[in-house]
């Protein structure tokens, strides 16, 4: 997206200006005024007579202020405004910040002319203008970094939709709604592979088949030759004949088979008590259902 769109999103000055000239309304500058003021404060819990003092009060200091004293000065002494520290200074204003009354004349003054008294619901005030700013249009090359940045997210938008859609229109896309999933195996888990007594069995051998071999006599009739002929058979035939011989074979191949037998549960029990010893060491059981398991395969034996 960065090369195919990205890079080719370029923005000429011709469609930056054309874009300025059509939203110079959101560009403009209201006009601003930096004005001081002495205020004379009339509450309504002021009598006749202290409303009266606080009026002769600002006629005097208008006076003062006609006969070239500093604006300033006489802000810091009289003014009951917490600007006074300041010199009575309001900072840059704009219309619709104020009282009506007081904006009128205000934005009727010009730099460093002094108004007359103003009534307002606050008191009465003392106004300088001290720097007029007339309202106007931000120049372009101000606003041209903000109007890039507009610009160019939009056409940044429109090109990639129309890279997207080539994209589509060139690529195979295979959709598939309500498909069956298919099925897959389930594993079995570790301890259900490791399941006491239920190991698999090794595979059962095939056994060799024994053929009878044939044999042509010297007269050439086909003779066949018994197997028990040529190896000794592998158990008695008659527990009557050779009863001593018997019971002696007998006898080792039970105790063959108990060995043998005892061998293959002992080996069996020895690798559960491995396998559920590591199962403790590992945090799986407890040590109370190792003993529990240990003391059952024990029994076994």
């Given at each position: 997206v960065g090369f195919q769109v990205k890079n080719r999103t370029k923005l000429s000055e011709k469609e930056a200006r054309a874009y300025f000239r059509?939203?110079?309304?959101?560009?403009s500058l209201a006009p601003k005024v930096?004005?001081?003021h002495i205020l004379f404060i009339l509450d309504d819990g002021l009598t006749t007579k202290q409303k009266s003092v606080k009026e002769k009060k600002a006629v005097e200091v208008k006076a003062l202020l006609d006969k070239g004293e500093k604006f300033e000065t006489l802000a810091r002494k009289y003014s009951e405004d917490v600007s006074a520290g300041d010199g009575g200074d309001l900072g840059f204003l704009e219309r619709g910040k104020m009282v009506i009354d007081l904006e009128n004349v205000i934005f009727s003054l010009k730099a460093g002319e002094v108004s007359g008294?103003?009534?307002?619901?606050?008191?009465i005030h003392i106004v300088k203008v001290d720097e007029v700013k007339p309202g106007g249009t931000k120049p372009f090359d101000e606003v041209r970094p903000e109007i890039e940045k507009i610009l160019g997210s939009k056409k940044f938008q429109t090109n990639y939709e129309s890279y997207m859609r080539d994209l589509r229109k060139s690529a195979f896309i295979e959709k598939l709604l309500h498909g069956k999933k298919n099925p897959t195996k389930r594993k079995r888990s570790r301890m259900a592979r490791k399941t006491p007594f239920k190991e698999k069995l090794p595979p059962l051998?095939?056994?060799?088949r024994i053929r009878t071999k044939v044999r042509k006599s010297s007269g050439g009739k086909i003779k066949k030759i018994d197997p028990d002929s040529i190896f000794a058979p592998l158990t008695v035939p008659n527990k009557k004949a050779g009863?001593?011989?018997h019971q002696v074979a007998e006898k080792v191949q039970k105790k063959s088979r108990a060995v043998s037998k005892n061998n293959s549960r002992f080996a069996k029990v020895q690798r559960e008590l491995k396998r559920i010893k590591k199962m403790r060491d590992d945090n799986i059981i407890s040590e109370t259902e190792y003993q529990k398991k240990k003391k059952y395969l024990l029994s076994k034996l």
């Open positions: 059509k939203h110079r309304k959101e560009y930096k004005a001081r008294l103003v009534r307002t619901p606050y008191g051998k095939k056994r060799k009863s001593v011989q």
